[in-house]
């Protein structure tokens, strides 16, 4: 079977950890929520749930939207650094996996690192308390493919689907990988 051709179809059971990047809003002490669908993230680790029906085994399903959203590539640093409370950071994702050509979803995530801002105001102050309360590290950006690469491995191009969607209707392509 050609896995490239055929990635559309590729839902594997991973063992071994995938590193994905992704971003969040901050809530306050300490807090963090999707950017996605404003779902809580009161801990590092997290087990998708499907709002559509899906079973626990099913998820993330094919054609949906349920699991853990990460991008193969880290946001760029401009991506949250304008706003007082976007922050960047690194996860790793497993168990059952949607692959989509710009990043994934995933069953379980676990944050293993959030970035730090350039500046040194009060984002900063609550970028490291929010790391703190979840006990992962915070790290400027430069750093954070290292500082994930502990805790997983990227997903081998050869599983992830080409290119292909257009851009205005794929939410992959918020950010584009450099
Ligand atoms: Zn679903």
């Known amino acids: ?62 054609n949906c939207g349920c699991g853990v959203y990460a991008y193969y590539d880290p946001c760029p640093r401009t991506a949250s650094a304008t706003t007082p409370d976007l922050i960047g950071g690194a996860v790793v994702v497993w168990g059952r996996i949607e692959a989509h050509a710009y990043g994934l979803r995933g069953k379980h995530a676990r944050i293993v690192a959030l970035e730090l801002p350039l500046s040194r105001g009060r984002k900063r102050r609550a970028v490291i308390e929010t790391a703190e309360t979840l006990g992962v590290a915070a790290v400027p950006h430069r750093a954070l493919k290292t500082a994930a690469l502990e805790h997983g491995a990227v997903l081998q191009p050869s599983l992830r689907p080409k290119k292909t969607v257009t851009r205005a209707a794929n939410i992959w392509s918020r950010y584009p990988p450099a």
């Not at 779902?39 to 029906?53: F, Q, S, V």
Request: glycine share 12%; with cysteine.
């Open 1 to 62: 079977m050609n896995l490239v051709e055929h990635a559309g179809d590729f839902a594997p059971d991973l063992v071994v950890p995938i590193i994905g990047y992704r971003q969040w809003r901050m809530t306050g002490g300490g807090g963090l929520t999707s950017m996605y669908d404003g779902a809580d993230w009161p801990e590092a680790e997290i087990t998708a749930r499907c709002d559509r029906g899906h079973a626990p085994s099913e998820v993330p399903a094919k």
